[in-house]
Every structure is written in C-alpha cells, then in structure tokens.
C-alpha cells in the first residue's frame, strides 16, 4: 500500500500550494466575470427549446454504472433520461435539452468561452449531473451545481496551474464526485476528495512518467475508482487501485502500442472490461477484468473505417457495441454477453455526414443513439430495442452548436 502525502506549502509544488480545504464560494457575479459568463439576448438556438417542465426524479433502470450513473452520463434533473448539453463555438453560449424521447425541453444557460472545459460529474450526490469547467489557458476551476435547466449554484474552486489537466472520478466510494489531477510535463499526480463544492481531501499521489496516459476504471467493482495505466510507447500496463487517497499499483500484460482501448462491462459484473483494437491489423479483443486477472477473447476483425461505441441496446447491464463506418454510413450492432458475440446485425444505413452519440434518452434502460449533421444542423434519435430501430426526427439546430 503506497500512503500519498498529503499536501502542504512546504512539500506542494506552485500548482497545490496553500490549497485551502474550506469552501471557496464565490459571488455568482464575481463567478460570472471570471468565465466571461453572460446570457445572450437573441440566439438560434432558442427557437428550438421549450419551456422547463417540472419533473419526478427517478433512477435509470439499467443495472450498469456506466449507463446509468448521473456521474458520468449526463441527466440534469435525474429524470433517469440522457439530457444533451450544447456549446456554441461562435457566440460561446451553452444549453440544456431535457430529454424525453425525441422532444427535448429546456433553455440557454450562460456563455462560457472556449478557453473552458467542461466534464460531467455530481458533486453533491443528489442525482442529478453536476458541470465541472477548468480554464486551460488561465487554470481556472468552478462547478455548476445543476437542477435541471437551472444553474442551482456557480463555485469557483481554487486555480491549478495550466500544465495540470483534470478528470472526474469517485475515489472513496462515497457516491460524491472527486477530481484526478496529472501533470504530464512532470508526472506528478494529484486528487482533490470533494464533497460538494467543497475540497475535503488534497492529496499527492505517486509520481509516473509522462509517457504513461491513464483512464478512470473500477476494475475490482467495490464501487471506488482505480485508474488503468498505459504506456503507448512500450506497450506496458498497470492499475492503480485506489482507496480515497492511497494506492496500490500492479503491473498488468504488455499490449503492443498498436491496439488501443476503449472502456466497457462486457459480461455485467460491474467491473470494467476493455474492448481492444489493432490499428495496424484490424483485430478485436476483449479483456474481461477481475482485479488483476484477465480472461480475454478474440472478436471478429473490423477495418479502420469502422469506428466503435458502446451503449447496453437490450438493458441487460452488459455493454454491447455500435460500429458506425464513417466512410460507408453503415451501421452494425452487436449485443455481447462476455466475450462472446450472441447478436451481430446490420442497421439502417446514414450518410456519412450524420455522427453518432450514445445515450439513454427515453429513460427505458436500453441505449438509444443521437444522430446529428454538423453540415445542415439535423438532429435524429434511434431508439433502440436490442437490435430494432424507431427512428424520429428532433429539432435542427444551427451547424455552430456541437452537442455532448
């Protein structure tokens, strides 16, 4: 077990000094000020959006976190629903689509510039997805605290230097939302334990080199998150299995840097897996995780032109995958139980042009995928039912706006 230091002026470097383990509230004007933050007038978007409707909370029946966690898929007023969030590159306004179906309600929120990212997360544990933004130019940090279409509360949180990038996770199992820091010019790694909008815990972690790129998994599924390291240099692996602030590392099998990975729980055991992808040989691989121990299976091989999403089409809890080829239109899906393919079929072809998301968006427990055209402004939802489509079109929206 390797105990992280805990931070201090002394010890910290210039990016954690003196980090305050208090609230940091702010004024929502000061707030405001410092993310160029403004409700526009007049916008395009605004024809699009009906007004709010009030609503009654409710789990998402998927028995998968990963389809159903209001900290990593986006659900503004735990309706159980996906929601999209919306960003315009010229103006920098943002909004919210409540979900219902293929007829979204909701409204602008505030403008934010594109020196701004954002990742989902839920702070506060109420069920509802939290928006956490950090300014990469200045190292700014704020929260959103979200109901709905409402921005219920706007923190700024302490500035962490620029060369620090950040990513959601739950570290100690409290169902509240943390944050992983790393600096890749340093290898320096970080967390801030967070309760709210409060930063309970600051803490260093174990240096890695900067070779090393990471994800936020749960590979032993007790509910905290590990982080799974990759070397895409010398193929190698490790897990970091993490308990609020302390860790215990393992070395995992060397891939070879061609394949890469995505995340996914392919057998529903609420571990995640890892789907693998040869860029150079087009083959497919599952690693089934338990811990440290691996059961991996081959899938059929799929060309560069294909390109794969996960979702759960049939709501078993058990990750499937959505192959789109981006230069056919083609559509596939296959529904898995482990490593095994038990349905492969093909779905209505698209033009090219219309770009996948995946998402939950009439709250049924099953996948259904987000269609847009970023060259006419289109929107079209599938709602999925295993492998059977229902097709609806949704409002257009101009080709400035990118949805999330």
């Known amino acids: 077990m390797v105990a992280s230091k ?22 929502t004007d000061d707030l405001n000020s410092a993310l160029s933050l403004g409700r526009s007038s007049e916008s395009p978007l ?10 009654t909370a409710r789990e998402n ?8 966690s209001t900290g990593i898929v986006a659900d503004f007023n735990g309706d159980g629903k996906t929601d999209k969030f919306w960003r315009n590159s010229q103006t920098g306004e943002t909004a919210v689509w409540l979900m219902d179906g293929s007829k979204p309600t909701g409204e602008l929120l505030s403008n934010v510039d594109s020196s701004w990212d954002f990742a989902y997360a839920d702070f506060n544990r ?3 997805t939290d928006i956490f933004w950090r300014n990469k130019t200045t190292g700014e940090n704020a929260i959103w605290l979200m109901d709905g279409t409402r921005i219920a509360s706007a923190v700024s949180l302490e500035k962490v230097d620029p060369s620090w990038t950040a990513s959601i996770a739950d570290f100690n199992g409290d169902g509240r939302s943390d944050i992983f820091w790393r600096n890749a010019k340093t290898g320096e790694n970080a967390t801030w334990l967070m309760d709210g909008t409060t930063v309970t815990t600051a803490a260093f ?5 900067s070779q090393w790129s990471y994800s936020i998994v749960d590979f032993d599924g007790n509910g905290k998150n590990d982080i799974f390291w990759r070397n895409q240099t010398t193929g190698e692996n490790a897990i970091w299995f993490v308990n609020g602030t302390d860790t215990s590392a393992y070395s995992l099998s060397k891939v070879d840097p061609s394949w890469n990975y995505s995340l996914g729980d392919f057998n529903g055991d609420g571990r995640t897996d890892l789907l693998w992808h040869n860029t150079q040989t087009d083959e497919n691989s599952v690693w089934l995780m338990n811990g440290i121990f691996i059961n991996s299976g081959s899938l059929e091989k799929q060309n560069s032109s294909w390109k794969s999403s996960v979702g759960d089409f049939n709501g078993d809890g058990r990750t499937d995958i959505f192959w789109h080829n981006t230069q056919t239109g083609e ?12 349905t492969a079929a093909f779905l209505p072809t698209t033009d ?8 939950d968006y009439d709250g049924d427990g099953k996948s259904d995928i987000f269609w847009r055209r970023y060259d006419t402004g289109e929107n079209t939802i599938w709602q999925m039912n295993g492998t059977t489509v229902s097709a609806a079109s949704t409002q257009t929206v101009p080709v400035e706006w990118s949805v999330f």
């Open 46 to 55: 605004e024809n699009s959006l009906q007004s709010t409707q009030v609503v």
């Open 6 to 27: 805990t931070l201090d002026s002394s010890t910290g470097t210039s990016a954690f000094q003196s980090l305050p383990i208090t609230d940091s509230f702010a004024g």
């Open 205 to 209: 972690l174990p240096k890695t080199d």
């Open 352 to 359: 090219a042009a219309w770009q996948p998301s995946i998402g």
């Open 126 to 128: 109420d069920g509802k």
């Open 331 to 342: 559509n596939t899906a296959w529904l898995m139980d482990g490593t095994t393919v038990t």
């Open 61 to 68: 029946p998927n028995p998968s976190r990963l389809f159903s």
